[in-house]
């Protein structure tokens, strides 16, 4: 969960007479309202107001991050999920001429990711502020994994070859101070790589409220390519290699996004695969919005490989991934 205490883009500090309201949005899993608001001094997009306090356990309910057996998904898509963070694992090897290391999971979850940088031989550490998530990762996997930011470690410099931040740097307030405590822990030359929703995406622009990755109040910032790219470059970090694919995220964003937008329940489809015990939102819906899910999935799901492929090779996607290195010998 997020840093409470803070505002998002809080380097801007973000004057009044410089927001602007783009529409407002729906919570799936609460029904709360928020707003998505623009900032025109530093192009910073962002969710208010945050919630404070004991108030996020509102919008994390246990399930979010993992369930008893740490699986949320039917097997198939667990499965794909592994196999994913393995070739992750790889891509930041490849950044560094095949050489492992030390490498740090920025908000890891339940810990997958940073258990696929384990087994091919990385020595591994993860930050993770959800407990639940956090305690399945030391006990079910054997990660060490700390249930605190970043910053409050006070981890010594150059620590790391590697650091890894998963689709969870939409989740914090302060980005550009947490990239900047990620560089000065990353060893000259040492590889960051972070993968966040692209907001800049036409599926999101398209979408508005009902683009599946959009996610409030989850998602405190919402991330264009520039806006990333720029946050990297003021934190000491090089981009080496971009990418605008996550197969686990994409595709199917496309697919509940589409469902979204038809007017049937936010979020239906994700909640219905979700296992019983992962469950995060009410499924009381009439029959006919779960017959009408079920029966337009499948050629929603055609229709999204071309699409969602397409979008990629133009650099378009739903999700972005860039690989950057921290300048200096």
């Known amino acids: 969960m997020p840093d409470i205490d803070d505002e998002p883009g809080n380097d801007c500090r973000h004057a009044s007479g410089n927001l602007r309201t783009l529409f407002a949005a729906t919570d799936y899993v609460s029904g709360d309202e928020f707003e998505v608001t623009r900032c025109a001094s530093c192009d910073a997009v962002f969710t208010r107001p945050l919630p404070q306090g004991e108030e996020w356990s509102r919008y994390y309910p246990p399930a979010y991050y993992r369930t008893a057996d740490g699986k949320r998904f039917p097997g198939p898509v667990e499965f794909l999920q592994r196999q994913l ?41 993860g ?33 790391f070859d590697a650091v890894v931040i998963w689709h969870a740097l939409e989740h914090i307030p302060q980005p550009e101070a947490l990239l900047r405590e990620i560089a000065r822990v990353l060893r000259p030359g040492g590889v960051l790589m972070v993968g966040v929703p692209n907001w800049g995406s036409p599926e999101s622009q398209l979408a508005g409220s009902k683009w599946f ?9 919402h991330f264009t390519a520039e806006k990333l790219g720029r946050d990297l470059e003021a934190a000491g970090l090089e981009i080496r290699k971009r990418g605008f694919l996550a197969p686990e995220f ?4 496309f697919v509940q996004t589409s469902l979204n937008r038809a007017g049937l ?34 050629l929603l799901s055609l229709v999204a490989l071309p699409i969602v492929l397409l979008a990629a090779f133009l650099n378009e996607g739903g999700s972005m991934t860039f690989h950057a290195v921290k300048r200096g010998r």
């Open 250 to 253: 994409d595709f199917f964003s």
């Open 213 to 221: 990755q959009l996610d409030v109040p989850r998602h405190v910032n």
């Open 127 to 159: 930050t993770e502020l959800s407990g639940t998530a956090a305690a399945f990762a030391r006990e079910e996997l054997g990660l060490n994994v700390e249930s605190r930011e970043l910053a409050e470690l006070k981890l010594p410099d150059s620590q």
């Open 265 to 298: 329940k936010q979020n239906l489809l994700y909640n219905l695969l979700r296992r019983r015990a992962g469950k995060v939102a009410a499924e009381n819906v009439p029959w006919w919005q779960t017959a009408a899910t079920i029966a337009l999935t499948p």
């Open 85 to 125: 963070y393995a070739a992750r694992a790889r891509s930041v090897e490849r950044m560094l001429d095949g050489r492992r290391g030390r490498v740090l999971d920025v908000g890891c979850g339940p810990g997958y990711l940073l258990k696929a940088f384990q087994r091919r031989g990385w020595e591994t550490m």
